[in-house]
């Protein structure tokens, strides 16, 4: 299976902007969709954006929509989330995941985002 690691997140004002990025390790990164969550505080992780095999095809939660633009690059088995016009309500720990047979999996360490002012 795939392993990933995230990074990017930090501390930024509301209106700011971050990227994420996840780094898989294997030469079968290009076989999975690739997906981000996130956890808040006292909340269940929830979806934030998918994307498939190719990159060809994405998919993202109503609550970001037009402002998070997910992409991969398989070249780099690193895929990205681009977060733009941050709101205080982003933050939280942001995971990425694989599209396993079994449903999402090897999921990272995660990485935290705090949009604050």
């Known amino acids: 299976q795939v392993q990933l690691v995230e990074s990017g997140g930090g501390l930024v004002q509301p209106g700011g902007s971050l990227r994420l990025s996840c780094a898989a390790s294997?030469?079968?990164?290009?076989?999975?969709?690739m997906g981000w969550f996130r956890q808040a505080p006292g909340k269940e992780r929830e979806f934030v954006a998918t994307?498939?095999?190719?990159?060809?095809?994405?998919y993202y939660a109503d609550s970001v929509k037009g402002r998070f633009t997910i992409s991969r690059d398989n070249a780099k088995n690193t895929v990205y989330l681009q977060m733009n016009s941050l709101k205080p309500e982003d933050t939280a720990v942001y995971y990425c995941?694989?599209?396993?047979?079994?449903?999402?999996?090897?999921w990272g360490q995660g990485t935290q985002v705090t949009v604050s002012s």
């Open positions: 294997g030469r079968t990164f290009s076989s999975y969709a």
């Open positions: 994307i498939s095999r190719s990159g060809g095809s994405t």
């Open positions: 995941a694989a599209s396993l047979s079994t449903g999402w999996g090897s």
